[in-house]
């Protein structure tokens, strides 16, 4: 058995590199909510990045362009820290970086031949500079000529760079020094060096750019300068190399584009036009260079495509035999598999995962626990572990890596969402005592007052304090500060039914800006329980013998 040879398919990385990080995100709040993930690890070609708990910024790999931002071009076999406040990172296959710092201010270093750090020149640099304000989310994109794209707070979507095929979507082919605006409503986004996908805040999923393999899923193989309507509910979406991977709001893990390496997970090798469905239970997914991870509810992480460097984290690897020329000896023409570890079909790699992000010939994982994990190809110290050794099981990098908490967005435009809450009949008990709180349901998952909840744990190991900012239209939590009451907490349970809407206000968790799913009822903000219990570790449990929600402070965290 042969297939195009190695050595090409590494010439050809810059190209189609695999950039993707994709977190556990909440659950679907409505049939066509969308969700938004913070990025808090992010791999590419060579170079790693990932933000701990306290907002710091490390880098490690590949720093020739000065993509690690520490003010030189020496790469680096173990991370550096380079800032503090960051809330979101990508890391660009063209040795590029970008960060969201906690003020949503974006900020931008590395190689920059085609514009795209944004910053109107085409000037490497290598300390950070910004870009813009009011940024939500950023992709730098699985390429090799440097193109991105950015999510503002109002949900417009900006992009900029090289414009190969189109994949900046503004119509045209033309590379963009500055950032010019695409749509509106847009609530997440992924792109490769070529091809572009962008959920818009009512779940429908919009393409556009190269579709040579059909990656972008409209059934066609035509190439697409301007946004094209592809499928509903959808909540999240990864697109790296020819390839796209879509999670639709029911779980279900869907496919299309290339499959050479059997990186579509559908048991084949052959390419897609059309989305084919993969897996259910799927929560995250993150496509690399021709091999895919993808976490599931429970917390498990899969991987399947191709193992040649054993990305794929199962303790193997693929392996060749090298063909070389008669005549130049030196020269790789091509090779012949001689153990094949590649896989066509999901495999089971390791639980407890939180995060991931996969790269080229390289992944990355954030366990429930904040540790870093990396495994696969080190040829430029990427893994982070001191060495340049391939890796083909997991090793442990770092603690303390940020877990972030993720946001659900509910389209203003377009059809319709009605949400609805309705009181909690559950019993609750905090440390073995019933407590009445007034929380409500909503879309299956309960929301407690934020304030209740503070005032209940105030004097455990958990409390924290409430803060308000009128001007700055901001709640601030503050952990293991006492609670300060300003009154009206713990009322009497509301009666019936209310209608409950986004919470606009910014949220910060000891002085970091995070994201929280909350809602406003009747004037007072509720929150998820299960996002508060992440962002303060105490433990959410369900009784479902008893028909009760358990708090525990003793206890940490612990994911559904």
Aim: aromatic share 8%.
């Amino acid at each position: 058995m042969t297939k195009k040879t190695f050595w090409k398919k590494l010439l050809v990385i810059t190209l189609s590199i695999a950039l993707s990080v994709t977190i556990l995100p909440l659950a679907t709040q409505a049939a066509s909510a969308a969700v938004r993930t913070p990025m808090t690890i992010s791999t590419v070609e060579g170079h790693s990045m990932a933000i701990k708990a306290d907002g710091s910024l490390w880098t490690w790999g590949s720093n020739s362009s000065g993509q690690l931002g520490d003010g030189t071009t020496t790469s680096r076999l173990a991370p550096v820290k380079v800032m503090d406040g960051v809330i979101s990172v990508s890391a660009g296959a063209n040795n590029l970086s970008l960060a969201i710092k906690s003020d949503g201010s974006l900020w931008a270093w590395g190689f920059n031949n085609n514009g795209q750090l944004g910053d109107g020149t085409t000037v490497a640099k290598t300390t950070p500079v910004k870009i813009m304000d009011a940024v939500a989310f950023v992709s730098a994109g699985a390429s090799g000529y440097g193109s991105v794209m950015a999510i503002k707070t109002d949900g417009s979507l900006w992009a900029w760079g090289r414009n190969s095929s189109g994949v900046l979507g503004d119509g045209t082919t033309e590379n963009r020094l500055l950032p010019v605006k695409i749509m509106d409503e847009v609530a997440s986004v992924s792109h490769s060096s070529t091809h572009t996908m962008a959920i818009k805040t009512d779940g429908t999923l919009w393409a556009w750019g190269n579709n040579n393999s059909g990656q972008l899923g409209d059934g066609t193989t035509e190439t697409r300068t301007t946004p094209v309507n592809v499928m509903d509910g959808v909540t999240s979406v990864s697109a790296r190399a020819a390839c796209t991977m879509v999670i639709k709001t029911d779980g279900s893990l869907w496919a299309c584009g290339s499959n050479y390496n059997g990186q579509l997970g559908d048991g084949t090798t052959t390419d897609r036009h059309t989305p084919v469905k993969v897996m259910d239970g799927a929560q995250s997914v993150s496509i690399g260079h021709n091999h895919v991870l993808a976490v599931k509810t429970d917390g498990s992480l899969w991987a399947w495509g191709d193992n040649v460097f054993g990305q794929l984290g199962d303790g193997k690897s693929t392996k060749y035999e090298f063909i070389y020329d008669k005549d130049e000896p030196k020269l790789i023409v091509d090779e012949i598999i001689i153990e094949n570890n590649n896989k066509l079909s999901p495999s089971k790699v390791m639980d407890g995962v939180c995060a991931v992000s996969a790269g080229a010939f390289y992944s990355m994982a954030v366990k429930t626990d904040g540790s870093l994990w990396t495994w696969g190809r080190n040829r430029y110290g990427q893994l982070g572990d001191g060495t340049t050794e391939d890796r083909i099981s997991p090793v442990k990098i770092m603690d303390s890596v940020k877990i972030p908490i993720m946001v659900g967005l509910v389209s203003t435009t377009g059809p319709e969402i009605t949400l609805l809450g309705t009181p909690t009949a559950s019993t609750v008990l905090v440390n073995g005592e019933k407590v009445a709180f007034d929380a409500y349901n909503i879309s299956g998952n309960n929301y407690f007052k934020l304030r209740d909840l503070a005032f209940v744990l105030s004097g455990t190991e958990k409390q924290f304090e409430v803060g308000w900012d009128s001007s700055a239209n901001a709640i601030s939590l503050t952990s293991s500060e006492v609670y300060t009451p300003v009154g009206g907490e713990m009322a009497a349970k509301g009666a019936g039914n209310k209608t409950p809407t986004p919470t606009g206000s910014k949220i910060f968790l000891d002085g970091k800006e995070v994201v929280l799913t909350a809602y406003n009822i009747d004037g007072y903000n509720y929150f998820k329980l299960r996002d508060v219990g992440q962002a303060f570790d105490f433990g959410v449990d369900w009784d479902s013998a008893n028909s009760t929600i358990v708090i525990d402070t003793s206890k940490g965290y612990t994911p559904e």
